[in-house]
């Protein structure tokens, strides 16, 4: 079991480096999405669900005593985010309607999960985190449909109430079985059962990776100058959401576990969620902005981390230095 736990820990520490390897591995041998689709669902709802166990309701109620962080965040990830990416997206790529609405739907999909072992490593405030991804993912399968249609629905074809429906039962009903059992289980379910399938968990997500990025196959084979954009675009801008969580919580003045919190929540996307939902709706192009989006988001939060990190030290050899 050990050696089990192991193996799950050493794949989530070095996502930053697994997750351009599976990219890699998918363009380079895409007839392995042959066996792997029919699993990618399946796979993301027992994520999902791991995912939930070591969350609860409290966290919930605690944080909504004080629901401003948690309601900045959500506003800035969910409408803010996708609102200026289709606007910044149009005017840079509108001749091709499928990178753009790849484009929206990477910054329209849930706040990762992962976004909570970043606060967590940053000394976050972990009931802000939880609470705030549980809610983003249990109103996912309303927020994507619903983003997509008013942004897009001119230009690209959403059947919203199939993928209303499907995304319940992949995302926002593992999400809430998960939180439950723990809750019903008093804490067993976040102390026993979530470690010891974490590392099949991790494993689901390297496949979901390896299976979604077959689909961008033929676009990185053929890079054009506009997909090249088209990622350096993706880089810059997930930075912006970082920032953007870092400035929002300055403006609130939030304290610094806070301010982590809402750093990782505003700038990090479940990215194989956007990915599974490409892949299950759109054509093969609206793939790329998504995946590529896997490319960057962990080095991001890296990156991010450390200013944190810096600021936090800046700040208290400035209080040192008044007193």
């Avoid at 609405?101 to 606060?119: D, Q, R, S």
């Avoid at 993928?163 to 026993?192: C, F, K, Y």
């Avoid at 809402?262 to 892949?279: D, E």
């Amino acid at each position: 079991m050990d050696a089990w736990k192991r193996l799950g820990g050493f794949i989530g520490s070095h996502m930053a480096f697994v997750s351009p390897v599976c990219v890699a591995l998918g363009v380079l041998f895409p007839q392995v999405d042959v066996i792997l689709h029919p699993f990618v669902t399946p796979f993301f709802a027992f994520m999902t669900f791991q995912s939930a166990l070591s969350n609860t309701f409290g966290n919930l109620a605690r944080t909504a005593r004080h629901p401003a962080p948690m309601l900045v965040s959500l506003v800035l990830a969910t409408v803010a985010m996708p609102v200026v990416a289709c606007a910044l997206a149009t005017a840079l790529f509108g001749s091709d309607p499928n990178l753009v609405c790849g484009i929206v739907l990477e910054y329209c999909v849930p706040v990762a999960v992962v976004a909570a072992m970043w606060t967590n490593m940053l000394g976050g405030d972990p009931a802000l985190s939880l609470a705030t991804i549980l809610v983003s993912t249990v109103a996912a399968p309303v927020t994507i449909p619903l983003t997509l249609h008013v942004l897009l629905g001119q230009t690209v074809e959403v059947d919203a109430a199939r993928m209303m429906g499907e995304m319940a039962v992949s995302i926002a009903l593992p999400a809430l079985v998960g939180t439950a059992a723990n809750d019903l289980s008093r804490g067993w379910a976040a102390r026993e059962l979530s470690p010891a399938i974490a590392p099949a968990a991790k494993i689901a997500l390297v496949l979901v990776i390896l299976s979604n990025s077959t689909g961008v196959a033929p676009y990185v084979r053929h890079l054009t100058p506009t997909l090249v954009a088209v990622a350096i675009f993706i880089a810059a801008f997930a930075s912006c959401g970082y920032a953007l969580g870092l400035l929002a919580a300055r403006a609130l003045r939030c304290p610094d576990d806070q301010t982590a919190s809402m750093t990782f929540l505003v700038g990090m996307r479940n990215i194989s969620a956007g990915a599974v939902i490409a892949g299950e709706y759109f054509p093969g192009e609206v793939m790329f902005p998504v995946v590529i989006g896997t490319l960057f988001q962990q080095v991001l939060a890296s990156l991010f981390g450390s200013l944190l990190r810096r600021l936090r030290r800046a700040g208290r050899a400035g209080d040192g230095h008044g007193a």
